[in-house]
């Protein structure tokens, strides 16, 4: 079956820092891979998603996130972030199986 | 276009009742999956419905069921609740398959006294 791990609960950054929340992922099959961002007292909304082709995925806001099947990760990453980016972000993976899979999430703290 | 729309949002129960939640998918999405979250387990997956049929099951017990209507609208029953049962739920839409991307609604948020 598969999983996925956000190594990192919490991540504290400075506005205009940049920031990397890893996602690694386990599955035997082929895998979509994507990240969704979670604002408080809200739904999830997806930033950006991997089927195939390119490996680095651009996104909304300024996100993006570079699949690597060696290291079976999908981490994410943003050059300078903003208060705004305040939230919680989820990594998720679905295989063929059609079921998607959510990791722990990844607090994001920028802090002003 | 109208999202994906959660009634109620939120609900306060007790220990053995039961409870029904609603999802209103966005038009023309015909899957429906139900997760739910909470701070200790994070998103769990539930249920997934597909054209009137379960298409996916996770590892819940039978108290958490659901359904889906021909017009795609989505229920979510648990019974016997408890104090575990506490939760967001969420319900995602997305169009014939969940493969992509899943739009959710705001949540439901339970309580169980």
């Known amino acids: 079956a598969q999983s996925v791990t956000q190594l990192d609960s919490q991540v504290p950054v400075f506005e205009e820092a940049p920031v990397e929340l890893r996602c690694n992922y386990s599955?035997?099959?082929?895998?979509?891979l994507f990240w969704y961002v979670q604002y408080p007292n809200q739904g999830l909304q997806l930033l950006l998603k991997y089927l195939s082709g390119s490996t680095l995925v651009k996104g909304i806001n300024g996100f993006e996130a570079e699949f690597n099947k060696s290291q079976t990760s999908f981490h994410l990453r943003k050059p300078s972030v903003h208060i705004s980016d305040t939230a919680e972000y989820f990594c998720a993976v679905e295989t063929s199986y059609d079921k998607v899979i959510f990791g722990p999430g990844t607090s994001l703290s920028v802090i002003p | 276009k109208a999202g994906v729309t959660q009634t109620p949002r939120y609900l306060i129960k007790t220990r053995g009742q039961q409870v029904t939640l609603s999802c209103s998918p966005i038009s023309g999405h015909r899957s429906v999956s139900w997760y739910q979250q909470t701070p200790g387990q994070g998103l769990q997956f539930l249920f997934e419905?597909?054209?009137?049929?379960?298409?996916n099951k996770g590892n819940f017990p039978g108290r958490f069921s659901g359904r889906q209507f021909s017009n795609s609208r989505s229920e979510m029953n648990v019974s016997t609740l408890e104090l575990g049962d506490s939760a967001l739920y969420l319900c995602a839409s997305s169009l014939e398959r969940a493969f992509g991307e899943l739009f959710f609604g705001e949540g439901s948020r339970l309580t169980v006294l």
């Open positions: 419905y597909f054209s009137e049929t379960q298409r």
């Open positions: 599955s035997s099959v082929s895998v979509y």
